[in-house]
């Protein structure tokens, strides 16, 4: 595989929290294989932070921002 891969991964931020330790493992195998552009879902640190849905139109700017980067 090509190390200049750009992986976005996708996780729940709210709801699947209970799932960060995967999310972690996930992201560390996929990063043998490229960048991956969203690390942070694995962060254990931002689950506190993370409450109520909200999408707004910056993050909504953000993720398009990352896939764009990944076609």
């Known amino acids: 595989m090509s190390a200049s891969l750009r992986i976005y991964f996708c996780?729940?931020?709210?709801?699947?929290r209970q799932d960060v330790d995967?999310?972690?493992?996930?992201?560390?195998?996929?990063?043998?294989?490229?960048?991956v552009l969203t690390p942070f879902v694995a962060d254990?640190?931002?689950?506190?932070?993370?409450?109520?849905p909200e999408v707004t139109k910056?993050?909504?700017?953000e993720t398009s921002s990352f896939l764009k980067r990944v076609i």
């Open 11 to 16: 996780g729940s931020m709210r709801a699947g």
């Open 44 to 52: 254990k640190s931002i689950t506190h932070l993370v409450s109520t």
């Open 22 to 35: 995967l999310y972690g493992t996930l992201v560390e195998k996929l990063g043998q294989y490229g960048e």
């Open 58 to 61: 910056e993050s909504t700017t």
